[in-house]
T-cell receptor, first 117, second 113 residues
Framework: GAVVSQHPSWVICKSGTSVKIECRSLDFQATTMFWYRQFPKQSLMLMATSNEGSKATYEQGVEKDKFLINHASLTLSTLTVTSAHPEDSSFYIC?????????????FGPGTRLTVL | GDSVTQMEGPVTLSEEAFLTINCTYTATGYPSLFWYVQYPGEGLQLLLKATKADDKGSNKGFEATYRKETTSFHLEKGSVQVSDSAVYFCALSDIFGNEKLTFGTGTRLTIIP
């Protein structure tokens, strides 16, 4: 099946620094990718839709200047958490649909655990 | 807005036991419903789905039936195995069939030999 990777799998950083998380579709191209955030014992919450060649679409309540998304190519989307603070500590997951349309074609990365000290 | 309420875990069962993980939803119209599974160290994988009322999704011995009257999509398996140990997520997509998913909180299942 299709594979989506994330890098790094975990990261620890100091408050005030920026952290970049990569999401790659390894064997297919994706014009759209999705970024989710998961708090302990809570649902995955959709943060934004990453669009290749255009600006990302952010969900209500998500700060676009805080969470910068760049869809650099058809196989790579990056999420940069700028000026990270302890409340940004979370588990970040990306997904990519292998076909356009249809939620059942989405493939998920293994997630990145961010800890901000 | 749309929401999914899922049975809280963790759930621990003995091998060959019967499994039920409850899931109910709130949504406008008739969404598509999904169960995803996440094995340790891996990304979420689609386990099964149902797109309309009374549909039954099934895969790997797991089943779930789309119940409109009770707005439920409970996951069941008649005889679980140690290899079924994972986190299970119930999810829905809206009636427009776009790619955005609304997830439940996930249920961690551990099967002991």
């Amino acid at each position: 099946g299709a594979v989506v990777s994330q890098h790094p799998s975990w990261v620890i950083c100091k408050s005030g620094t920026s952290v970049k998380i990569e999401c790659r579709s390894l064997d297919f191209q994706a014009t759209t990718m999705f970024w989710y955030r998961q708090f302990p014992k809570q649902s995955l919450m959709l943060m934004a839709t990453s669009n290749e060649g255009s600006k990302a679409t952010y969900e209500q309540g998500v700060e676009k200047d805080k969470f910068l998304i760049n869809h650099a190519s058809l196989t790579l989307s990056t999420l940069t958490v700028t000026s990270a603070h302890p409340e940004d500590s979370s588990f970040y997951i990306c997904s990519a649909p292998k076909q356009t349309g249809g939620a059942d074609t989405q493939y998920f990365g293994p997630g990145t655990r961010l800890t901000v000290l | 807005g749309d929401s999914v309420t899922q049975m809280e875990g963790p759930v621990t069962l003995s091998e060959e036991a019967f499994l039920t993980i409850n899931c109910t939803y709130t949504a406008t119209g008739y969404p598509s419903l999904f169960w995803y599974v996440q094995y340790p160290g891996e990304g979420l994988q689609l386990l099964l789905k149902a797109t309309k009322a009374d549909d039954k999704g099934s895969n790997k011995g797991f089943e779930a039936t789309y119940r409109k009257e009770t707005t439920s999509f409970h996951l069941e398996k008649g005889s679980v195995q140690v290899s079924d140990s994972a986190v299970y997520f119930c999810a829905l997509s809206d009636i427009f069939g776009n790619e955005k998913l609304t997830f439940g909180t996930g249920t961690r299942l551990t099967i002991i030999p």
